[in-house]
């Protein structure tokens, strides 16, 4: 990617892969997903945007899939030289069960991360 960014910030949601449980027919699966891309855009724009006030020229997208291999994928992708997500500040039983997505992106990222405590947490 050219030296020259194109935006100052880019603001990215992943939407995990489901646990299966049980197998949704496809128009389960296909309304559930209408539904919480539509909760996420909301949040997105109502949230997220709210908070980067800063920031002008900024690019949001959201994507689905493994939520760490995505953020990092992504950073790649878009030639990001830093990457900064909040964490719950998982410890012990449920982090192991539970897992990291920050842990994860940290130990695998190419670019430094800074992550935040998110607050009430």
């Known amino acids: 990617m050219d030296p020259e960014f194109l935006y100052d910030a880019l603001c990215l949601h992943v939407i995990p892969e489901p646990v299966e449980i049980y197998r949704p027919t496809e128009q389960q699966e296909a309304l559930v997903k209408k ?3 539509k909760a996420i855009d909301e949040e997105v724009t109502t949230h997220y945007v709210k908070e980067m006030k800063g920031i002008k020229d900024y690019r949001l997208l959201l994507k689905e899939g493994t939520v760490f291999s995505e953020i990092i994928k992504t950073a790649s992708e878009e030639g990001a030289n830093m990457i900064v997500m909040g964490t719950q ?3 012990g ?5 539970m897992g990291s997505t920050a842990e994860r992106v940290v130990r695998k990222s ?10 009430g947490k």
């Not at 039983?93 to 069960?97: G, H, S, T, V």
């Not at 190419?110 to 607050?119: A, E, F, G, M, Y």
């Open 35 to 37: 539904y919480q891309k």
């Open 89 to 91: 500040g998982r410890t």
């Open 93 to 97: 039983f449920d982090e192991m069960l």
């Open 110 to 119: 190419p670019v430094p991360v800074l992550t935040v405590r998110l607050p």
